[in-house]
Every structure is written in structure tokens, then in C-alpha cells.
């Protein structure tokens, strides 16, 4: 059984540009949550994504933007991208159910460097 | 400013001796706390919990202690092993719904053999 796969696992990005993360969840879960774990830092919350819609948003800006499809899986859009969006883009799954989550299970992550 | 604070950087205990991983957490209203583990390369796994309802929380070699009134639960591991080095993070549910939680900036415990 997979657990959750993020894709790609690495990449390379120049400043200005637009990035795409994409994440698939463990089976059985229908709920994604994004995280960006600086160097040297814990993961920070940047949204959360539940029947394909966004429930949940940490500090981030706007231009942090995701999506969920039909099959559960979410992608992790970030425009005009600065030195500092450089991290680990952690994602995790889970399952809703009572309005409460279970079973979060994060992903081994994308290492996005901008340069 | 940070909810959630791990002020050791970096522990290092002797293979069988007991590991205390410290965290500190500022907002009263957290009611649900987590320790995850983290090797590199790979995402945090999930290791132990505890509510607020309770001061303790215990599995296998892992036990969670919770002082609510000072704001401050620690992870005790007894017996360390080479295996368990890694970096511990203690996470805060900041609404009690399993949809946001709080990391602290993480411990890298190191055990000798």
C-alpha cells in the first residue's frame, strides 16, 4: 500500500518563475495539507484542501495557490518565485470524517531551490 | 513569533541511556500535541500524541509528559538506540480538528553507540 508520493523530488527553479507540486495521498484518505519546512526550521501550514476545495489557509501569500482533483490528488502552485520560497514542500494526507482528521501521513517532500 | 518552541537545537545521549526532548508552547488554547520524527531524506512520521485531558501518555519506549500549567510537555525515550537518531519535531493542533498544526523548529537527537 502506497504511502503518500509527491513529485518531482527535486527541482530547480529561477526567480520569477512559476512552479508546479503535485501530490498523490494514501489511499483510503481524501484530505491534502501543504507544508513549507525552511532550513533549520519546523514545517509552516500553508493550506489545506477537502472535497477539491481549500478549507484551511496559514500565512502565506497569494501567491501560494493549490488545487484538489476528483481522485483526491492536489497540486501546490507558487508564482513569481522569490530566493526564499527556496524549502522542502511537505504534503500530507488524511481523512475527514465528524469534521475532524485521521491518519495524517506526510509525504518525503519536493526540495525546491530558486535561484 | 513562534507558538511552538524547541530551544535544544541538538541532544546527544549514549545508546541505552534515557533521551528528554523539551518543547515549550505559548497559546493556552492548544488541546492536542504531537511528536514526529524525521529522518533525512524522508517525511515526519508521526511518533506519540497526548490531550490535554492527560499529563501522560506512554508507548513502548516512548513516553509523553504534559504540564499544562506551564506550558511545556517533553518526549522521554528510555532506552536510546543508534536508530532513533533523528530530528524530533513537537507539533500543537492549533484547532483542535486535525487541520493545521504548529511545529516547533525541531530537535536533532543524536545516540551514540
Known amino acids: 500500500d502506497a504511502g503518500v508520493t509527491q513529485s518531482p523530488t527535486h527541482l530547480i527553479k529561477t526567480r520569477g518563475q512559476q512552479v508546479t507540486l503535485r501530490c498523490s495521498p494514501k489511499?483510503?484518505?481524501?484530505?491534502v495539507s501543504w507544508y513549507q519546512q525552511a532550513l533549520g526550521q519546523g514545517p509552516q501550514f500553508i493550506f489545506q484542501?477537502?472535497?477539491?476545495?481549500?478549507?484551511q489557509r496559514g500565512n502565506f501569500p497569494d501567491r501560494f495557490s493549490g488545487h484538489q482533483f476528483p481522485n483526491y490528488s492536489s497540486e501546490l502552485n507558487v508564482n513569481a518565485l522569490l530566493l526564499g520560497d527556496s524549502a522542502l514542500y511537505l504534503c500530507?494526507?488524511?481523512?475527514?470524517?465528524?469534521?475532524?482528521?485521521?491518519?495524517?501521513?506526510f509525504g518525503s517532500g519536493t526540495r525546491l531551490t530558486v535561484v | 513569533d513562534q507558538q511552538v518552541k524547541q530551544n535544544s537545537p541538538s541532544l546527544s545521549v549514549q545508546e541505552g541511556r534515557i533521551s528528554i526532548l523539551n518543547c515549550d508552547y505559548t497559546?493556552?488554547?492548544?488541546?492536542?500535541f504531537l511528536w514526529y520524527k524525521k529522518y533525512p531524506a524522508e517525511g515526519p512520521t508521526f511518533l506519540i500524541s497526548?490531550?490535554?485531558?492527560?499529563d501522560k501518555n506512554e508507548d513502548g519506549r516512548f513516553t509523553v509528559f504534559l504540564n499544562k500549567s506551564a506550558k511545556h510537555l517533553s518526549l522521554h525515550i528510555v532506552p536510546s538506540q543508534p536508530g532513533d537518531s533523528a530530528v524530533y519535531f513537537c507539533?500543537?493542533?492549533?484547532?483542535?480538528?486535525?487541520?493545521?498544526?504548529?511545529f516547533g523548529p525541531g530537535t536533532r537527537l543524536s545516540v551514540l553507540p
Open positions: 484542501y477537502y472535497e477539491e476545495e481549500e478549507r
Open positions: 507539533a500543537a493542533d492549533l484547532d483542535n480538528y486535525g487541520q493545521n498544526f504548529v
Open positions: 497559546n493556552s488554547m492548544f488541546d492536542y
Open positions: 489511499s483510503g484518505h481524501d484530505t
Open positions: 500530507a494526507s488524511s481523512f475527514r470524517t465528524g469534521g475532524l482528521n485521521y491518519g495524517y501521513t
Open positions: 497526548i490531550s490535554s485531558i492527560k
